[in-house]
């Protein structure tokens, strides 16, 4: 709190991105977790909230004649514009949001701080919801060819790794303690995924420390177990996901790639990923294109070629499927590494293993995927994405691209994934929030040290708890065309991969995520299930009264059900006017933003006057108004009665669109 | 969904399926068609046949067809057929170089590529054909596609007389024709724009000019004298009411005069004119003039043929070559900027009907092109019965057909004039499927109807879009049933479309008037901004108006019409079709429970039979299904490594790789 210069800023204007000529008057509130900005308008008071660790840069403005502009652009693609009256106010939000905004201790992160009033056994079981030890079992481990290593106990060998790791059976320790002096930060080749059907594996590692010319005996045979432990395949695919130059000017340090020379039986294969810092670049050329007012055809096109970043989209599915098809249709087993081996393996390793493993397209298969390729083998979440005040070259959207990955994969297989668009740019959001503990720190080891899951809570538990809200309702677990691995072309084209507004667009007024099939689909889906839960409760009730007057007919009761449950749901709809009249009733109103069970983090604020209807999101409270209407929610109180009419029209928009 | 109407399950045939008054023109044997245009010269031999309605290829093992793959077939045009009318160019390759083939030839090629309107590429390779053949089916197909034609040579007209009988009007088609009054009457009424509106019947017999309609609808007041005057340029003629009063109308231009007593009588008659329509109780009039500051079509005509050439791929290495470059191409081309132009045009037109509750009119030549275009897609997206598939096809009829539109010339049926051969309908079509895509529950119909529609342009048994006006087409459609000798057919007046023309006498007259009525630009950029974003942040009402986004990201490539050929483009098991076979499953699904539900409360035994299903196999399909159906794998650049770094300039940040910031850690 003590970098609070000005709690509280009177007669700002948020300055609309489209017409900047209409901005709303509002007073400005800084608290330790949030800025908060609250509409003058009595009949609206529309909140944005935005989390201090969601802003990405702040910029001062010249100040022109109303006041002084005041540019936040956040992590999560959004841009606010202020306009503070006062220079010196201005810069004093200015300063105490330039602090705030980079923590210097994990202890000043939200998730430190953020209480979702669940109790210890709440927050213990949320925790343990994804468990790698289950995920290995499920892959078919240990076996006759992998087992359990505890090599890295107490992180003696690896200290950004975790002590759980899968290894031949035929590696030795000493075989692994030497292999592992060979390669960058000890990252020793483990097992990432095994796929069950052929025995073939994927395995990641970071680059060897080859130089030259140099050898280890010990790495070699590391190898060669990797392939003895596929008895169908006689060779092993060692793919560095760097491009051949990069990889070979890292020779001269000493370090480098594989020599298949020295080594028995490997296929050497480069995949052109770049590095992080072309990434970072990249990204920000697409964000000035999204950052144009309207922007032309022609501004867009060419901004999103320059800016390269569905090239490196491509170039990162296009290395998940040579390795997918490695495993699978040649039964290979494919080691996989990159310098470090931590932002493109993990990149590259996850995109094979979704390709291959419908159990990742799943909802919770996708968040194991997320915990074992990511968190558990030392992402660096907290350079990555800047946490903590550090090096900005350290920057760079690595899992963002792989969020993308996944995405476009959806876009082109619309019946394959269990999950949503939204479970994705949620995902991304928390990435960046640290509202909860998972994605902090830059390994395992660290975040045990911090004791993260004794402090905080877990995303996982939380996006689990509100699934309804993430699933895709094309998708059918049965389905044939989501069974087994997807089948994509060796090299999908570039006009394949489309520019994802919902994701960078998102907070553009002009470009919400609109009303598709699929979140028809969605409300009628909750509609049902609405309905179906409010028919059980109605004939438990009915079993009870039928307790009570044991003269009431079955028959009757049968004929009075149907008209009985449509009079309930209508008069219920009409009752709830607020967020809270639901919290109470979470039940049978599966759809709500992902916090709306976390209102209590308000309580947290020093303004109490401020009724948060989506605080983690710190969204525009009509952000996603179209949709949420359609399931019966109003999403800021105080106007429902329009939804009642949207119900109406639904029903008959969908009988229009099925006859079509 | 799958248009049964031209689609069915069909016997497999291994003859040639000639239609009635299809004749075989000249064919030859032992062709090799190319199965794809990899480098590997593999393929399927078969016969090579050109008759006056198309080239087909008969391959010699057509039994290899997978039978359930042509589950879904077009009855008319099959996969190796290609209309006369279809045939956009053909090369001929003399040792491994291309050249375009027209004329007479002295020098036979060993291949012959054609690629087709609908954006099809063939290759045959002719190295072992006999010398005659090859001379006989190369000069008979350059002929019959590329040389010019009579009118009454088209196959429209042989296939009428001979299927005359199987042509029976299908009376559940409610599809309105506007080809009399009562259906402009009709129309009238349906928009309640009879208060101010006549419907007239001035041009009966095309005694004022051939050019428009025989009906038509004018301002009530306006004598029926006046469209005689100018031959009917000149006068507000109606294409629509709105809701509110407000309508849309049109008018072509004066022709334009050197003299200035002419010009004098021109002005005066205009000015006649113009006071009429602008006292009550017609509302403020907006003059829309599209042919001077707005497209020419000469623009849309440049855009698309740089636009089409991203599609026309003769083999594979071209293609990776393209993809590479794939969005500056796309942009080089400019067709998805006319896109976006053409809808921000109807939105402008539309916000000052609705939002203003002035009457637009929109000025063009002849106002048979944009005016069209932009006429129907303001009440696409003002009128919801425009959504409906009937309520569409009459929206074209009124529109296009009946509004004069030259379809003749402007797809260059005739191949008379290429540079009148401008995709003025196709961009409409694409415009619409803009909206299609953006919203796809407003709409009764889908992007596949919208595909069929455009592949229709080129079929020459369906009359609707082979003539340059009403006029054209009932003088000989009639004559030919009636076997009288044809009269000279000559294609309509020459209509030039370069803008200058027009442009001087809207000056001279309508200056005035123009630029009292048009606002500073700045206000109406304003009112235009305010009106779309307004739409835009409410819910959707897919009953009222409905505008599309137009920002740069939400202009897409209409996929599946530009890409259903091409292999490397396909999802297997992926796309839109698995969207909607999924929802068809789900459909199936609701319909057997409801039957449960109805067996549960007639009796109270389980049901037994499951739903028929629509569409199995669905994985199976891939994103181009209906209409490509092979499913081969890309055999392919096994990885395609950075090569496209040249493009950027990000040399110094790729050298500058991540671990060597800290070499002494280790």
New interface residues.
């Given amino acids: 709190m003590e970098h609070i210069r000005t709690p509280k800023v009177e007669n700002v204007r948020l300055v609309d991105r489209v017409s900047p000529k209409k901005a709303a008057l509002g007073t400005l509130y800084l608290t330790a977790t949030h800025v908060i900005f609250v509409e003058n308008s009595p009949d609206t008071r529309k909140e944005t909230w935005i989390l201090h660790s969601q802003i990405s840069t702040i910029e001062k403005q010249a100040t022109t004649a109303t006041g002084c502009p005041l540019l936040i652009r956040c992590k999560n693609f959004q841009i606010i514009q202020l306009i503070i009256p006062q220079e010196r106010d201005c810069h004093d939000v200015y300063v105490s949001l330039i602090r705030l905004a980079r923590p210097v201790k994990y202890e000043e992160l939200y998730c430190f701080s953020f209480n979702p009033m669940l109790d210890k056994e709440e927050r213990e079981q949320g925790w343990v919801l994804i468990n790698l030890s289950e995920e290995y079992k499920r892959m078919g481990l240990p076996n006759n060819y992998w087992q359990l290593s505890d090599v890295n106990r107490e992180y003696r060998v690896c200290d950004s790794y975790p002590t759980e790791l899968y290894v031949p059976k035929s590696a030795t320790a000493h075989i692994i303690v030497g292999s592992s002096k060979f390669r960058s930060r000890r990252r020793f080749p483990v097992l990432s995924y095994y796929y069950k059907d052929n025995h073939a594996s994927i395995c990641r590692s970071s680059q060897p420390l080859s130089g030259f010319s140099a050898r280890c005996l010990e790495d070699e045979q590391m190898l060669q177990a990797i392939r003895k432990a596929n008895p169908g395949s006689d060779f092993v695919y060692v793919v560095d996901t760097r491009p051949k130059l990069n990889a070979m000017a890292n020779r001269a340090a000493g370090k480098g790639y594989e020599n298949e020379d020295n080594y028995s039986n490997i296929k050497f294969q480069f995949i052109g990923i770049e590095n992080i810092h072309v990434m970072r670049n990249s990204l920000q050329k697409m964000l000035e294109v999204c950052e144009l007012k309207s922007p032309s055809m022609s501004d867009f096109l060419w901004g999103l070629e320059n800016s390269g970043w569905l090239r490196h989209i491509k170039a990162i599915m296009d290395a998940g499927i040579f390795i997918a098809k490695a495993v699978s249709e040649e039964g290979a087993s494919v080691l996989v590494h990159c310098s470090d081996g931590w932002d493109r393996t993990a990149q590259v390793c996850s995109v094979a293993s979704l390709l291959l493993d419908p159990h990742y397209r799943t909802l919770k298969g996708f968040m194991v995927l997320i915990e074992k390729d990511w968190i558990s083998f030392g992402h660096k979440f907290n350079h990555r994405y800047g946490n903590l005040d550090g090096d900005p070259k350290e920057i760079s959207p690595v899992i963002d691209q792989f969020i993308e990955c996944v995405w476009q994969l959806m876009e082109q297989f619309p019946c394959a994934f269990e999950f949503n668009e939204r479970f994705l740019i949620h995902i991304q959001h928390h990435i960046y929030s640290c509202q909860f503990g998972n994605f902090l720190c830059n390994s395992q080891k660290e975040r045990r040290e911090l004791k993260i899951q004794e402090r905080t809570y877990s995303l996982w538990a939380h996006l689990w708890k509100n699934r309804a809200d993430y699933l895709n309702p094309l998708f059918r677990a049965d389905h044939s065309q989501t069974q087994g691995t997807l089948h994509l072309p060796t090299t999908p084209c570039n006009f394949m991969y489309k520019f994802w507004s919902g994701m960078y667009n998102r907070f553009e007024k002009g470009m919400q995520p609109r009303q598709s099939v699929t979140d028809y689909l969605m409300a009628v889906k909750e509609e049902t299930q609405q309905l179906e839960e409010e028919l059980e409760a109605l004939e438990e009730r009915l079993e009870k009264i039928q307790k009570v007057q044991l003269n009431c007919t079955k028959v009757k009761s049968k004929q009075s059900e149907p008209s009985r449950h449509s009079g309930f749901s209508t008069s219920d709809n009409s009752i709830a006017n607020t967020p809270q009249d639901y919290s109470g009733n979470m039940k049978s109103f599966p759809s709500r933003s992902p916090s709306q069970g976390d209102e209590d983090s308000a309580l947290i604020l020093t303004q109490d006057n401020l009724k948060s209807s989506d605080p983690d999101l710190s969204a525009n409270s009509d952000q996603e108004s179209g949709v949420e209407d359609l399931s019966c929610r109003s999403p800021s109180g105080g106007e429902h009665a329009p939804s009642e009419d949207s119900g109406k029209d639904r029903d008959s928009d969908e009988a229009v669109f099925l006859t079509a | 969904e799958i248009h049964t109407n031209e689609k069915e399950v069909t016997e497999k045939e291994v003859t040639l399926h000639l239609l009635p008054g299809e004749q075989v023109l000249c064919e030859a044997s032992t062709v090799l068609k190319y199965v794809q245009e990899d480098s590997s010269q593999h393929g399927v031999y078969g016969r090579l046949v050109c008759t006056d309605f198309k080239i087909a290829f008969l391959g010699d093992d057509e039994s290899a067809l997978d039978n359930d793959e042509t589950q879904f077939k077009n009855k008319v045009i099959g996969e190796n057929d290609i209309t006369l009318h279809c045939v956009d160019q053909i090369y001929g390759v003399f040792d491994e170089k291309k050249k375009t083939l027209f004329g007479q030839l002295k020098k036979y090629p060993e291949k012959l590529i054609i690629h087709c309107k609908d954006l099809r590429v063939f290759q045959f390779c002719l190295r072992y054909t006999k010398e005659e053949e090859v001379k006989r089916i190369v000069s008979g197909i350059i002929h019959h596609t590329q040389a010019p034609k009579l009118l009454k040579r088209l196959f429209l007209f042989s296939y009428a007389t001979a299927a005359e009988n199987n042509t029976v009007t299908d009376p559940k088609n409610h599809t309105v024709m506007f080809d009399s009054l009562k259906d402009w009457c009709w129309e009238l009424e349906r928009t309640k724009g009879n208060m101010k509106y006549k419907a007239v019947s001035v041009n009966e017999g095309y005694e004022v000019c051939e050019r428009l309609p025989a009906y038509f609808v004018i301002p009530t007041p306006l004598p029926e004298e006046n469209v005689q005057r100018f031959q009917g340029h000149g006068i507000p003629i109606w294409c629509w009411s709105c809701h509110n009063g407000s309508a849309l109308l049109k008018m072509s231009a004066l022709p334009k005069e050197q003299d200035d007593g002419i010009l004098q009588i021109q002005k005066s008659f205009l000015d006649r004119i113009y006071k009429t329509i602008h006292r009550p109780p017609y509302e403020i009039v907006k003059t829309e003039d599209l042919s001077s500051n707005f497209l020419s079509l000469q623009e849309i005509q440049t855009a698309y043929s740089k636009f089409k050439q991203l599609f026309l791929i003769d083999n594979s290495t071209e293609?990776?070559d393209t993809?590479?470059?794939?969005?500056?191409l796309?942009?080089s081309s400019?067709w998805?900027?006319i896109i976006?132009r053409c809808l921000k045009k109807a939105i402008e037109i539309t916000e000052c009907m609705e939002a203003q509750n002035m009457n637009v009119l929109l000025l063009e030549e002849n106002a048979s092109d944009l005016c069209c275009l932009i006429s129907s897609l303001v009440q696409l997206m003002m009128d919801p019965h425009c959504r409906t598939r009937i309520g569409f096809q009459s929206l074209i009829q009124k529109e296009w057909v009946m509004g004069g539109h030259c379809f003749l010339d402007r797809c260059n049926h005739l191949r008379q004039n290429d540079k009148e051969e401008v995709p003025v309908f196709l961009l409409f079509l694409d415009c619409v499927w803009q909206l299609v895509h953006?919203?796809?529950?407003a709409?009764?119909?889908?992007e596949t109807y919208l595909t069929v529609l455009s592949d229709s342009l080129y079929i020459p048994i369906f009359s609707t879009f082979f003539f340059n006006s009403p006029h054209q087409k009932d003088t000989n459609m009639h004559q030919r049933q009636l076997s009288l000798p044809l009269t000279q057919s000559k294609s309509s007046p020459k209509r030039g479309f370069f803008r200058e023309e027009t442009d001087h006498l809207i000056k001279n007259l309508l200056g005035k008037r123009i630029s009292k009525l048009i606002n500073s630009s700045d206000e109406l950029q304003?009112n235009f901004?305010?009106f779309?974003?307004s739409w835009?942040?409410k819910?959707?009402?897919?009953?009222g108006l409905l505008l599309p986004?137009i920002?740069?990201?939400?202009?897409?490539?209409w996929?599946q019409r530009y890409?259903r050929w091409i292999p490397?483009?396909?999802?297997?098991?992926?796309?839109?079709v698995?969207?909607m076979s999924?929802?068809l499953e789900?459909?199936e699904e609701v319909q057997s429970l409801q039957e449960k539900i109805d067996e549960r409360h007639h009796s109270q035994q389980a049901p037994q039979a499951e739903a028929p299903c629509l569409l199995r196999n669905?994985?199976r399909l891939s994103?181009l299904f209906p209409f490509a159906l092979l499913q081969r794998?890309?055999?392919?650049?096994?990885?395609?490594?950075?090569g496209?770094?040249a493009?950027?300039d990000?040399d110094d940040?790729?050298?500058?790789?991540?671990?060597?910031?800290d070499?002494g850690?280790?």
């Fill in positions: 293609f990776w993809d590479i470059k794939w969005f500056s796309l942009e400019s998805l900027d976006r953006q919203h796809p529950p709409f009764e119909f889908t304003d901004r305010e779309y974003d835009h942040s819910p959707t009402d897919y009953h986004h920002e740069g990201p939400e202009i897409k490539v996929a890409l490397e483009a396909q999802i297997l098991g992926g796309g839109r698995a969207t999924k929802l789900m459909m669905s994985a994103s794998h890309s055999s392919k650049p096994v990885l395609p490594t950075s496209w770094k493009l950027g990000e940040l790729a050298k500058q790789e991540d671990e060597f910031v070499l850690d280790v």
